[in-house]
């Protein structure tokens, strides 16, 4: 088995720098458009031996250090009993929001074993199959609770920060919630045979630092408190969240994720003795080849002073890359970091 990321997240050294992308497997990949060309997205993920298939598409093709389930985060709230659909082309959509103690108390928390048995099945035939280590995943609470509140994706968040700022109380009840429904949907996945787990809080930057503390920090970190106990390494991204890493790290991640609008220099200064992740413009996979290569190397450099690094994009890979370009990146990164010679 190649450990070479698990070690980097636990900060020991390694012969090359690990890389794995954000969204690894999905639309950039022929041979995952192929499956989507038979199944809708959600039967996909509700189907272990297709999340399979995807799972290690990537992985193949690709030679990446560490595999993340297919699934996505929103599964757990469908599983609390909300109702999920994608909609061709406008991403997930919860056409019953949640904005009342009425609708709120419509959620129950799951058994994860017993509504997202999908999930750990996914898990436990990946792991027959792997020859690298698999992450396992969650939405943080509050991005969570976004989805929930708009019903779908947004941009201005008007009703979520309506509920923070008007109805405290609701907000902190819905994010209890899926804090609750969070916990024991990891824990069952590290149980399952994750390696790792990531937190995903795409929307953790839409908040003020203040705001950020009180409303979705305690509760990611009391996820990441709860998962000490299953031993793997524990890795936190907030996407935007250059102005929250420092709240960031008391979430008591073991790794870092950063996205691209940081410098991983100075990031890796403020968060002390702890691996990072990242973070490299997605769009940064569209430069001419050896311009792409030149910047994989300054990044290299500049995050030579990491207590473990694990190269990544510093958001999900976007849907128009060529796959070949990635291969590129990912080439590049075990070449440029190798410490053996
Ligand atoms: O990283 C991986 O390869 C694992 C799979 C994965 C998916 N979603 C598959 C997916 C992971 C880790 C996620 C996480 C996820 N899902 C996040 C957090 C990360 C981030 O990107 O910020 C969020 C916010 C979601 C919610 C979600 N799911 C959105 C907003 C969308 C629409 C995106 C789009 O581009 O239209 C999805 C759908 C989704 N999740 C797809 C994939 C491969 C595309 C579905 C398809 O049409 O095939």
Known sequence: MNDTFLKACRGEKTDYTPIWMMRQAG???????KIRGKVSFLELCKNPELCVEVTLQP??????????LFSDILIPMQAMGATLEFHE????????????????????????????GFVMETIRLLRKELKVPLIGFAGAPFTCATYLIEGGSSKVFWETKKMMYTNPALFHELMEKITKTTSRYLLAQAEAG???LQLFDSWAGILAPGDFEEFALPYATKILTELRQTGVPLIYFANNGATLLDLSVTTGADVIGLDWRINIGDAIRRVGKKAVQGNIDPFALLLPKEALRQRIKRLLADAEGAHGHIFNLGHGIHQFTPPDQAKFAVDCVHELSSRQS
Do not use: C, H, W
């Open 27 to 33: 639309r950039y990949l022929p041979e995952y458009q």
């Open 59 to 68: 992985i193949d093709r690709l030679n990446m250090d560490a595999a993340i």
């Open 89 to 116: 082309g406008k991403g997930p959509i919860f056409p019953q929001t949640v904005r009342s103690k009425k609708e709120l108390d419509k959620l129950s928390v799951p058994d994860p074993i017993e509504k997202t």
């Open 194 to 196: 994750a390696q790792a």
